[in-house]
């Protein structure tokens, strides 16, 4: 079993939709969790970024961390096209450098 | 500001070959790690470095190897290329080691091996 796991994809939504994206993982060390960007051929964006449990909003994204059950999600609100991308979770110990990522989840929103 | 710069963009190299990928941190930025990203997967974690010393290194072989300089820039030395070290090499700068959930991304180098 791996530490983190991502469903691939991919996802397909109109434009407008709300969509949902989701990561589990199996190490209960995981303190900080974000949710990055990566456009093809380019370099991963950080989004945002948590510490331990709760939610987290930063305009139509909105990213939930549930360390209980081990699932984190990213919501994003009044989807565009233009976040058409590859969406990548990742997750670190509390002071510790090695961030462990999910395989991503591609994205499409059609206009 | 400018960002995390990589170099070179794309190169091709043969079985056995050696490689040199270089990065520049953002300015202020003390702490570099580099990643190995394949096709289709997440970057998977091979060092950090903060201060030119060491501070991680994932689970990769002695072929690969790094070292950061006095102006914290990077190199990532990959030695005795095989097929399954093509990829998108990536770099990411962060203030300090201990923040490495703020990293950031250079655009990556991506390398193939023949």
């Known amino acids: 079993q791996k530490e983190v796991e991502q469903d691939p994809g991919p996802l397909s939504v109109p434009e407008g939709a709300i969509v949902s994206l989701n990561c589990t993982y199996s190490?209960?060390?995981?303190?900080?969790f974000m949710w990055y960007r990566q456009y093809s051929r380019k370099g991963p964006e950080l989004l945002m970024y948590?510490?331990?449990?709760g939610n987290k909003e930063d305009g139509r994204f909105t990213a939930q961390v549930d360390k209980s059950s081990k699932y984190i999600s990213l919501f994003i609100r009044d989807s565009q096209p233009s976040d058409s991308a590859t969406y990548l979770c990742?997750?670190?110990?509390?002071?510790?450098?090695?961030?462990?990522f999910g395989a991503g989840t591609r994205l499409t929103v059609k206009p | 500001d400018a960002g995390v710069t990589q170099s070179p963009t794309h190169l091709i190299k043969t079985r056995g070959q050696h490689v040199t990928l270089r990065c520049s941190p953002i300015?202020?930025?003390?702490?570099v790690s580099w990643y190995q990203q394949v096709l289709g997967q997440g970057p998977q974690f091979i060092f950090q470095y903060y201060e030119k010393e060491e501070r991680g290194r994932g689970n990769f072989p002695d072929r690969f190897s790094a070292r950061q300089f006095p102006n914290y820039s990077s190199e990532l030395n990959v030695n005795a290329l095989l097929l399954g070290d093509s990829a998108l090499y990536l770099c990411?700068?962060?203030?300090?080691?201990?923040?490495?959930?703020?990293?950031?991304f250079g655009p990556g180098t991506r390398l193939t091996v023949t």
């Open positions: 190490n209960s060390a995981f303190q900080y």
């Open positions: 990742a997750m670190s110990p509390y002071n510790n450098n090695d961030m462990r």
């Open positions: 300015s202020g930025h003390k702490s």
């Open positions: 990411a700068s962060s203030s300090d080691f201990r923040v490495a959930y703020e990293q950031y």
């Open positions: 948590t510490y331990s449990s």
